[in-house]
């Protein structure tokens, strides 16, 4: 009896003493989302690298840096964007391809889609791995609307519009969101942490936003996750914080969807933007996943003026690249005046449905 209490107390003193003095490597054993997150996007880097090496062949791959470092170099920054925000690569690689590059905006398209399916997935697992928060219910939704919006807008849309009233009406339609985001921000209103009411009217708006959303990535190679974010945060007051990261799955879904339609219906996928993909892919599985982890620490003023700064880029890049007349700019601020109006008016009904319910 004396034997078995002196065993229990030496173990108790053995364990106060990891508690006490070996409080670093305790800390290293309990999970933390960030280290599991690093190891995740190291792991994911990892596998693609290699499929991409088998892909190419190791006495490809110098030549292929050489011929295409442009697009390399842009993805960059382009798949650190794509993490971190709502706008998604393409505003970063659409300019770049059409200027400088001189590929169609049908082909630039193309590979916006293609390289934000890995880059956005890679960034998608990161999120997930890091625990961020994000409204699933919504992603669930508009990747339900998404999925097909993208299918028709890709097929049947993109053949009947002309390319530069395309860009303009997005370029526009995201101007007019900054705008409102912008004056939103001036006031101090609460942002919720979730869609606190989840009914068949919140399903239906997630789900026709998914498809207008969609229909927007078809027709110019991103836009599904700007489209969503700002609906998450105009009409159901969700947080910038917690709309990103459910932007950026969003887009990746949607990314991918385009990608198989683009490779195996529509068969489109081919030269020069398979080169270009492959060149950028090792770039955008390192940089969009180094994007989400530091959008997840930066605060949420920050974000918002990340996004509209990045929407200026968008709207000076389309003015140039575009040819103005007197129709495109008349166009042009018709669906700017169109889309301030529709977007100030959720803003004024999240603040409306919020003071009702204040009083109840």
């Known amino acids: 009896m004396y034997q078995q209490k002196n065993r229990i107390n030496s173990k108790k003193k053995i364990n106060n003493y990891i508690y006490k003095n070996l409080g ?34 190791p006495s490809r791959v110098l030549s292929l840096f050489e011929a295409n470092w442009e697009i390399a170099s842009t993805m960059i920054f382009g798949s650190m964007v794509a993490g971190s925000t709502s706008m998604g690569g393409g505003a970063v690689a659409f300019p770049v391809l059409t200027k400088v590059l001189q590929l169609s905006p049908h082909d630039a398209k193309v590979f916006s889609l293609a390289i934000q399916s890995v880059g956005m997935s890679a960034a998608s697992l990161t999120i997930m791995a890091m625990r961020t928060k994000v409204e699933w219910r919504f992603i669930f ?57 989840w009914g068949s009217r919140e399903r239906v708006i997630s789900l026709i936003t998914g498809l207008i959303g969609g229909i927007i990535s078809g027709l110019v190679g991103s836009g599904m996750d700007i489209f969503c974010f700002s609906i998450m945060v105009l009409l159901f007051g969700l947080c910038e914080k917690i709309s990103t990261p459910t932007s950026v799955i969003l ?64 709207l000076v890049s389309s003015l140039i690249l575009i040819p103005i007349n007197v129709v495109s700019i008349g166009f042009s601020m018709f669906v700017f005046v169109m889309f301030c109006s529709i977007y100030y008016w959720m803003y004024q009904s999240l603040g409306n449905q919020g003071s009702s319910n204040e009083k109840k």
């Open 24 to 57: 670093f490597y305790r800390y290293k054993l309990q999970f933390n989302p960030l280290i599991f997150s690093l190891f995740t996007s190291l792991f994911c880097a990892i596998a693609t690298w290699s499929i991409w090496l088998f892909a190419v062949s």
């Open 141 to 197: 939704w508009a990747s339900l609307g998404g999925i097909p919006g993208i299918f028709f807008s890709s097929s049947f849309l993109a053949v009947l519009l002309p390319s530069e009233a395309i860009k303009i009406s997005f370029t526009m339609m995201i101007s007019s969101f900054a705008v409102v985001l912008f004056a939103s921000n001036r006031t101090k209103r609460r942002r919720n942490l979730a869609i606190h009411f």
């Open 251 to 314: 887009m990746a879904i949607n990314a991918i969807a385009g990608l198989i339609l683009h490779k195996y219906i529509i068969s489109d996928f081919g030269e020069p933007i398979i080169n270009y993909w492959l060149t950028a892919v090792p770039v955008v599985v390192i940089g969009a996943p180094t994007g989400a982890i530091i959008g997840s620490l930066l605060k949420r003023k920050t974000i918002v003026n990340i996004v509209i700064g990045l929407i200026f880029i968008e």
